[in-house]
């Protein structure tokens, strides 16, 4: 027996659906509206959920993060009579188990939820063999532990992978937990960062020379490419790789054989690989600055690391874990912290993520090392600056938003929405018009548009995703 959600403003569908449920054994719950669906997410466990894409109060693809960071992670299969051919798309890259075209009969959806269900049932049941290795990776958030089950499955074979993420979230941390949970976590860890090789010596870094092989070579050395044999090569900024030598690092990832620069032999090296960006490849490969045919090589398994925006719950034992770090180094006594110091960092959109938390705790620790417990004072002053201003735009967003006469779901009864939900849904309405306004000013351009508003590429492209904007415009 599971325990179903129904989150569809179609009372007849919800109400026929509700009766098969039941008569297979499964207790039901409805929601009509993305408020009510969010309210019953907090209340109660789900196993399932059918959402539809169309709700009176929004878009039910902007319901999906609060699904997965509901107890129980249920998961999500969209229900909608939208003829969209970006529609699936959009729903399994947003995390749904799968997306069904109405009308729906019983039979229609009653082969999905059980195989949702027997997913779900293995998922539960399966236990880890050994504790993983974090390697220093702290939190605990789904997202983070979502890219953690990632690195258990690449640990346990010798497939390419590709880390994604932003600059500073930590993808060296990721590529060195898959080796250090490995059968290879005994050999050589070799990094290699294609953003600072030298460009007249690339081939002799990674893969070596022998004597004479150019001046000043006095002697034969081993490369990067060599000294990971048996172990794990890891090419952080891979999208940095000269072009010029991403055909020859192609035929080394295939048939792992290399030649030194000079030599007349060529050489092999039993590496694992394991690559790192904070760029679209499948973008660059479009305008043809990185070949199609190492991205396919390189994706085997691709592990998306979240911004630190995305999970903001781990922001207070990030800031525990690396404060304890930085005192120890400077042999400072431990520091406390106030609740409303870490509530200031989560205000904050950490463009930088978490290098640039540790950068700005570094920062505080040296500033105020006398002070035994920290405040929100002891933060820098534009830092300080820029949550202040957000608050008070804020406040006059929801102003402006009343006065224009925002309809509040007020039941029979008068009752009034809980405020963090409200707040919730006013602010996403505001941000969904800033960002439509901003495109079309920019003419679609995304990053004109992120020049001109401040936010990263990487953030207007979720958010453009998350509106369903980007499918009007043009990059």
Request: charged share 30%.
């Amino acid at each position: 027996m599971a325990t179903v959600l129904l989150v569809d403003d179609d009372r007849i569908l919800s109400e026929t659906l509700g009766i098969f449920l039941r008569k297979a054994g499964h207790e039901v719950g409805k929601a009509r509206t993305l408020h009510k669906a969010r309210e019953l997410l907090c209340e109660g466990e789900f196993d399932v959920v059918f959402l539809d894409i169309h709700l009176p109060d929004g878009k039910g693809l902007t319901l999906i993060p609060d699904i997965k960071r509901a107890p129980s992670t249920p998961e999500v299969i969209i229900v909608t009579g939208e003829n969209d051919p970006q529609g699936p798309e959009l729903a399994i890259k947003n995390g749904a188990w799968d997306y069904i075209q109405k009308p729906v009969t019983w039979k229609t959806l009653e082969l999905p939820l059980v195989r949702a269900l027997e997913y779900r049932s293995h998922k539960i049941a399966k236990k880890p063999k050994v504790a993983l290795k974090r390697e220093g990776i702290i939190g605990n958030s789904p997202r983070i532990e979502a890219s953690l089950d990632l690195v258990a499955q690449a640990a346990d074979s010798d497939a390419s992978v590709l880390i994604t993420g932003e600059t500073g979230t930590g993808k060296e941390l990721f590529a060195r937990a898959i080796h250090a949970n490995s059968a290879r976590a005994g050999e050589n860890f070799v990094v290699v960062d294609c953003a600072a090789l030298p460009e007249t010596l690339v081939e002799s870094v990674l893969f070596g020379h022998k004597k004479g092989a150019f001046t000043g070579a006095d002697r034969d050395r081993e490369g990067l490419v060599g000294m990971a044999d048996g172990g794990t090569l890891f090419l952080d900024e891979i999208g940095e790789l000269p072009t010029s030598l991403q055909k020859a690092f192609l035929r080394v990832l295939q048939e792992r054989r290399y030649r030194p620069v000079g030599s007349k032999t060529e050489r092999e090296s039993d590496f694992r690989m394991v690559a790192a960006t904070n760029r679209d490849l499948g973008e660059m490969a479009g305008n043809d600055t990185f070949r199609s045919d190492l991205l396919y090589r390189l994706q085997t398994m691709v592990i998306h690391l979240p911004a630190l925006r995305d999970r903001k719950e781990d922001i207070k034992p990030l800031t525990v874990a690396h404060m304890n770090r930085l005192c120890d180094r400077y042999r400072i006594p431990t520091k406390g912290f106030s609740e409303e110091f870490f509530q200031t960092l989560r205000e904050l959109t950490w463009p930088g993520n978490i290098r640039e938390l540790f950068n700005t705790l570094e920062r505080v620790l040296l500033q105020h090392r006398d002070q035994p417990v920290l405040y929100p004072k002891h933060l820098p002053d534009e830092i300080r600056i820029q949550v202040l201003r957000a608050t008070v735009n804020t406040r006059a967003d929801v102003s402006d938003v009343l006065a224009a006469g925002v309809d509040l779901p007020l039941g029979g009864n008068r009752s009034m929405p809980p405020w963090k939900s409200f707040r919730r849904e006013v602010l996403e309405g505001a941000e969904k018009r800033y960002v439509q306004e901003l495109m079309l000013l920019c003419q679609g351009q995304v990053k004109d548009a992120s020049l001109m508003s401040g936010l990263s590429v990487s953030r207007l492209y979720d958010l453009i995703r998350k509106y369903q904007i980007g499918t009007r415009l043009t990059r």
